[in-house]
């Protein structure tokens, strides 16, 4: 049963950071691209950023180019967002995605939310002084 648990959210300052983590079960993470998306009450989910299977291509939204970094550690079967220079704009329900089909490892359609098949619960993540 594939699943998806993400952690390491919390509260933190404006221009503080966090490393929330994505632990996959039930499948192989190295044959996966992983992504990361936000919600906020009353929008839909918003794509962060994608970590392609292999090559170490890796996609950012415009949100968070030069502020998070997407990573990944196979071995633990785990996946990471590590988010520096938190912004008060931040603050969401972070979620960790894969899915499966053609496009599995790749990046393709990152940015919607509808391109991915399997989701965690989320982690919260509030910015506030």
């Known amino acids: 049963q594939i699943q998806l648990v993400e952690s390491g959210g919390g509260l933190v300052q404006p221009g503080g950071s966090l490393r929330l983590s994505c632990l996959a079960s039930g499948f192989a993470l190295d044959r996966y691209a992983i992504t990361w998306f936000r919600q906020v009450p009353g929008k839909g989910r918003e794509g962060v950023s994608c970590?392609?299977?292999?090559?170490?291509?890796?996609q950012y939204a415009n949100s968070a180019k030069g502020r998070f970094t997407i990573s990944r550690d196979n071995g633990r079967n785990t996946a990471y967002l590590q988010m520096d220079s938190l912004k008060p704009e931040d603050p969401a329900v972070y979620y960790c995605?894969?899915?499966?089909?053609?496009?599995?490892?790749?990046?393709?359609?990152?940015?919607?939310?509808?391109?991915?098949?399997?989701w965690g619960k989320g982690t919260l993540v509030t910015v506030s002084s």
């Open positions: 995605a894969t899915r499966y089909g053609m496009d599995a490892g790749t990046c393709h359609e990152y940015l919607n939310p509808n391109a991915w098949d399997y």
């Open positions: 970590s392609a299977r292999d090559d170490g291509i890796t």
